[in-house]
């Protein structure tokens, strides 16, 4: 079994940061990408970002483009994401998520199927 664990979530104001950290125990494997989605209270969860190991290549939603930035080591199964700048909006249970599969490719990178393994999330609250 593999288990992702999150950390780093809490309460901050509006304009504050946070620092997700995820990190991969149990049986070895190796991911060839790692991202974070997010879900808020009564939406479905939603693609944040991702980092990709095959070329070592990012990608966020537009929602979150250049305010966090996603960072990490895909051959330690760790990943990052640095928050900046949140906003109310931005409110959420941040999910770690690791795909053992081949090099994921283009869009597919967004959906939550690309992934196999996931976190149990951790609470980001962001106050006006």
């Known amino acids: 079994q593999v288990q992702l664990v999150e950390s780093g979530g809490g309460l901050v104001q509006a304009g504050g940061s946070l620092k997700l950290s995820c990190a991969a125990s149990?049986?070895?494997?190796?991911?060839?990408?790692m991202g974070w989605f997010r879900q808020a209270p009564g939406k479905e969860r939603e693609f944040v970002a991702v980092?990709?190991?095959?070329?070592?290549?990012?990608a966020y939603a537009d929602f979150v483009k250049g305010r966090f930035t996603i960072s990490g080591d895909n051959a330690r199964n760790t990943v990052y994401l640095e928050m900046n700048n949140l906003k109310p909006e931005d409110t959420a249970v941040y999910y770690c998520?690791?795909?053992?599969?081949?090099?994921?490719?283009?869009?597919?990178?967004?959906?939550?199927?690309?992934?196999?393994?996931w976190g149990q999330g951790t609470q980001v609250t962001v106050s006006a």
């Open positions: 998520a690791a795909r053992a599969r081949a090099a994921i490719r283009g869009m597919e990178a967004v959906t939550q199927r690309a992934y196999d393994y």
């Open positions: 149990g049986r070895a494997f190796r991911s060839s990408a």
């Open positions: 980092l990709r190991s095959t070329d070592i290549s990012v």
